[in-house]
């Protein structure tokens, strides 16, 4: 079966401090990757999302991802984080037509 | 352009009653699928419709259905509402054509907070 992993199920962080979340996956095709977050009492918002060419995808807000085939894994990364950052991270899989498969999210405080 | 609207977005039922969340998608998008979001089980997908034809389904009971309006919005119904059905109950969005793979990005609407007691 489908399954996407969030290793890290709560971080806290320094503003300033550098942040990188996991995220492997356990399909074996052609896949299309994403991250999501959820800021405290809004919606989920796309930050990046990653189907072809450059592994390495920039987003929103200065956060970019690295996709690593061989290790199954899109992993997250911003250099510095604000307190404004604080939020729930959601990676999320998709192959082919099937639906998107998210993982648990994390969790991330930043502290002022 | 308008963002995805669910609505009610709170509602409270007991057990047994039955329930219908609404979803209207973001002009132009034709597919939509819901999601329940749970402390304990996370994210976890229902159902997707695109043209009024579900195209792919979760691993939910039979009591879970949905339909899709030649409008595009789309209606979630729950049935015999048991304890454990209390979530938030998502929808998204995309401009997904049909027989498309599925790498049109979601748009997520605020949800619809169920509370069973």
């Known amino acids: 079966a489908q399954s996407v992993s969030q290793h890290n199920h709560h971080v806290i962080l320094s503003e300033a401090a550098s942040l990188e979340l996991g995220c492997n996956y356990s399909y074996g095709g052609t896949v299309n990757l994403f991250w999501y977050v959820q800021y405290p009492g809004q919606h989920l918002q796309l930050l990046l999302k990653?189907?072809?060419?450059?592994?390495l995808v920039k987003g929103i807000k200065g956060f970019e991802a690295e996709f690593i085939k061989s290790k199954f894994s899109f992993n997250l990364r911003k250099p510095s984080v604000q307190w404004s950052d604080t939020a729930e991270y959601f990676c999320a899989v998709t192959e082919g037509r099937r639906a998107l498969t998210f993982g648990s999210g994390t969790r991330l405080q930043v502290q002022p | 352009k308008a963002g995805v609207t669910q609505t009610p977005r709170y509602l409270i039922k007991t057990r047994g009653q039955q329930v219908t969340l609404s979803c209207s998608p973001i002009s132009g998008h034709r597919s939509v699928s819901w999601y329940q979001q749970t402390p304990g089980q996370g994210l976890q997908f229902l159902f997707e419709?695109?043209?009024?034809?579900?195209?792919n389904k979760g691993n939910f009971p039979g009591r879970f259905s949905g339909r899709q309006f030649s409008n595009s919005r789309s209606e979630m119904n729950v049935s015999t509402l048991e304890l454990g059905d209390s979530a938030l109950y998502l929808c998204?969005?995309?401009?997904?054509?049909?027989?498309?793979?599925?790498?049109?990005?979601?748009?997520f609407g605020p949800g619809t907070r169920l509370t069973v007691l």
């Open positions: 990653y189907f072809s060419g450059d592994p």
């Open positions: 419709y695109f043209s009024e034809t579900q195209r």
């Open positions: 998204a969005s995309s401009f997904r054509t049909s027989g498309g793979p599925s790498t049109d990005t979601q748009y």
